[in-house]
């Protein structure tokens, strides 16, 4: 599918703005993929070997939301985008699975003229970015899964971490995120609930449709019984306290992925905010080995 640039809306350039004055390390482009609207990020660099990082955010989350982990790797060229009905992207036609958004990031990739990249996928985007690893195998050069899962066929959390999950109130209402963030976030989020407002404060929340369309996405997805065949070197990190995604799950994903290392953090599911610096020192050294 073919991307081309549109101009921006206003509410955009604000944001823009916004990244200029630090928080953000992101430039944002409104592309035209096929007859979908979808808000990019990208970081510019260069990386070693000259491919960028892709990133696919976890559910609910827009661009925003993963600046902190780009900043602490200032030379590297990153490249993600607000899924259909997420962020500023417009909500979709129809309704996608997986396969769909890999289809997506390719176009996004093209766009930017990159044959390939080295691919990150945290919560519900590692599902993404194993099935971009899998679909588009030979645009990903390196995978790297960060709380999450094999999909259908997993470890679950408990019920009641399950169901706080199934509505998008966290992302609505402050003083409820600040309530339940301990409950399925695990780690410092249950040592200082404020953590939840200073980090869900990148969230552009859009709408509830959206929310339940990613969630569709992933109803009956799994990758278990094809992981053994994925070729790429993978990194699996993970937090030892994470109540969403209980880390027998990223031990799974290290035994099934033949080319895997396992690394955990002190931390729960959203160690990639909490602990950014120590999280991209670990990525860069992954990705820049030989």
């Not at 990208?42 to 900043?71: D, H, K, T, Y």
């Not at 470890?155 to 409820?176: C, E, F, G, I």
């Not at 993970?238 to 099934?256: K, M, T, W």
Request: aromatic share 8%; with cysteine.
């Amino acid at each position: 599918m073919p991307a081309r640039s549109v101009p921006a809306a206003a509410p955009i350039e604000d944001t823009v703005a916004a990244f200029h004055h630090g928080d953000h390390p992101y430039a944002i482009e409104m592309l035209h993929i096929g007859s979908q609207l979808v808000r990019v990020g990208r970081q510019a660099g260069r990386s070693r070997g000259g491919l960028p990082l892709l990133l696919f955010n976890g559910i609910g989350g827009n661009i925003e939301l993963l600046g902190p982990i780009a900043s602490w790797m200032p030379g590297r060229e990153v490249i993600t985008f607000d899924i259909p009905g997420v962020g500023h992207s417009p909500l979709p036609s129809l309704p996608y699975r997986m396969k769909g958004v890999a289809r997506l990031a390719a176009a996004v990739l093209d766009h930017y003229g990159h044959a390939q990249a080295d691919v990150l996928g945290v919560s519900w985007g590692g599902a993404a970015a194993q099935q971009f690893a899998r679909s588009q195998a030979a645009r990903c050069r390196r995978l790297i899964l960060c709380a999450t899962a094999t999909g259908m066929f997993m470890v679950p959390a408990r019920p009641s971490v399950l169901l706080k999950m199934a509505t998008p109130r966290r992302y609505m209402s402050k003083s409820y995120a600040k309530s339940i963030s301990g409950d399925i976030y695990g780690g410092d989020y249950r040592r200082d609930p404020e953590l939840a407002a200073r980090h869900f404060k990148h969230i552009k929340w859009q709408s509830r449709l959206g929310y339940y369309l990613q969630i569709a996405a992933g109803t009956g997805w799994t990758s278990v019984h094809w992981l053994h065949r994925l070729p790429q070197p993978t990194l699996v990190m993970a937090g030892d306290n994470d109540p969403l995604i209980p880390l027998v799950n990223a031990r799974l994903l290290h035994q099934l992925i033949p080319h895997s290392e396992l690394q955990v953090f002190d931390c729960g599911h959203l160690f990639l905010m909490t602990r950014p610096q120590a999280c991209a020192r670990a990525i860069n050294e992954f990705l820049d080995r030989p």
